[in-house]
Every structure is written in C-alpha cells, then in structure tokens.
C-alpha cells in the first residue's frame, strides 16, 4: 500500500491540480488540513466550493482523508467554538473526515479535528479512546498540527506545535501522526519533515508555493517513507531506529518517474497571434 501525503495547500490551485493528476498513482490521499486560505483575496465560501469539487474529482480518482486545520474553520458551534462544517459535508464524497476512523486491511486511520476549545478537544479525546478500544498493528492520526517540541514544529524561534498531542501521542503510541501547520520546519536549521516519541513516527511536509506542494509518501509494502520538496528528495527507513539526517533518494522508485511526468499547463507554450 502507497499513500501520499499533503498538507497547507492553502487553496492553490497548481497545487490541487497536480493532486488529482497524482492522485491515481496511490491507494489513499491523507490532506492533513489547511485546504482553504482566510488571508485569500478569494471569498471564503468561494473557496468551499472550488475545494470541494477538487476533492469530488480526487475521491473519483483514490481513498481520501481530510482533516480540519485551522484555515478550514468556517462556523461556530452552539458554544462558540470554530469549526469546520464544510469539511463535515465532503463525507458524502465517500471522503473520511474529522470524527471518522477509516479501516483498510489491518491499518486503522483516525481523522483528528482542529479543536478550538474544551468542547471539541474532549470530542476528540473521546474519539480516541474508542478507536484505541480496537487497534489494529498500524494505527496513524491525521492531526493539522504537529506536536510540541519536535523539530516538526520548530519554527526557527520557537515551536508552534500540540502540547496536548505529545500526551495523547505518549498514551496510545500510534505508529503514525500526519501533520503540517508549521510550514518552514523541514526547512531549516533544527527543523525536521519527521521525528519520533518513544514508538511513534510523526510527519510535517512543509509547505513550498508553485507546483507541485512538498509531499510525502508513505510506502508502507518497502517500510519507507519519502519526502519530496523542490530540489530535494530524501528517504527513512521506518522499521529502524531514528536516525538523522534523512538519506537522499538516489534511485527514484517507479511512481516518483510518474509524478515527474506530470505537465505543468503553466509552462505550454501559448499559441501564436493571428496575422
């Protein structure tokens, strides 16, 4: 099984087109939040709209996560706290989203939301605990933010990651936690696409602008995961220990010449002038 992984798309276009033409090169398409851009010059519910589409055509193409982050809120509940309601109604895409856990073969997928306050935390905590009732071998969250004091969420002078996440990732120990949110991290000093609490791998793409997005993939047949950022290209090896820095890919795998493949419409060359 091979999943791509993406995060802070942050509604770019170039970057949601190259997704559906990538899209079918993989069994399942994890986007851990941020799909819309509250600092656009684009309305917000334009925004909805235009997203949603691109995720009806992805959902055609693959199996699709999608979580909320935090330029996904677009409501309030009854108690005032932000949340996304939008991304609740992909769910009739055949998309998993925020509350849901999506079983394929012994892996367990838990969609975490962005909380924003004790209501939906203790949701979340809750949704947790049940899934951890009947966990299978590979249990992996998406959660938009990345947890506290790892280089996932360094941000060059501080780090913007979960304290509460480390406790819930100390507790259970998932395999896996796909985040984003902090979008300089694997970028540079003391940052880091991954890391590791105790048994669990946790995961950053960082964001790129243009096309296509940083991305990485999870081939979970090779036990590896790769990273792929414009000009950069490295791999770890997930059943052994942590270990720094990442190896740089030098034989590029069957799908990686694929999605290289991938045309850019922004570099035709436009057709001549009349006359």
């Not at 791509?4 to 970057?15: E, K, M």
């Not at 409501?75 to 998309?95: D, F, P, Q, T, Y």
Request: charged share 20%; glycine share 6%.
């Amino acid at each position: 099984m091979r999943c791509l992984v993406v995060a802070d798309l942050h509604y770019s276009l170039p970057q949601l087109d190259w997704l559906v033409s990538a899209a079918p090169q993989f069994d399942l398409l994890i986007f851990a939040g941020d799909a819309l851009d509250i600092g656009s010059m684009v309305d917000f519910r334009a925004q909805i709209v235009v997203v949603k589409k691109y995720l009806a055509l992805l959902a055609a193409k693959t199996r699709v996560i999608l979580c909320s982050g935090n330029h996904d809120l677009d409501e309030r509940n009854a108690e005032g706290e932000k949340i996304s309601r939008w991304i609740s109604e992909v769910r009739e895409l055949g998309i998993a989203c925020d509350g849901d856990s999506l079983a394929i073969g012994d892996m367990l997928f838990t969609v975490c939301p962005w909380w924003d306050g004790p209501l939906v935390k203790q949701r979340l905590v809750e949704q947790l605990r049940d899934a951890a009732a009947s966990r299978p071998p590979r249990w992996i969250w998406a959660h938009h933010a990345p947890p506290a004091d790892s280089p996932t969420s360094w941000g060059g002078k501080r780090f913007f990651g979960d304290v509460e996440l480390v406790q819930w990732i100390m507790q259970y120990q998932p395999s896996m936690v796909i985040s984003g949110h902090v979008h300089q991290s694997p970028f540079i000093t003391d940052g880091s696409w991954f890391d590791r609490l105790g048994q669990t791998w946790v995961f950053n793409t960082g964001l790129q602008p243009g096309r296509p997005p940083t991305y990485i993939v999870l081939d979970f047949d090779a036990d590896k995961a790769f990273w792929l950022a414009a000009g950069e290209a490295q791999w770890i090896d997930l059943a052994a220990p942590l270990k720094r820095p990442a190896a740089p890919i030098e034989a590029a795998p069957d799908w990686l010449t694929s999605l290289d493949r991938i045309a850019d419409p922004s570099l035709a060359r436009p057709q001549a002038a009349a006359g």
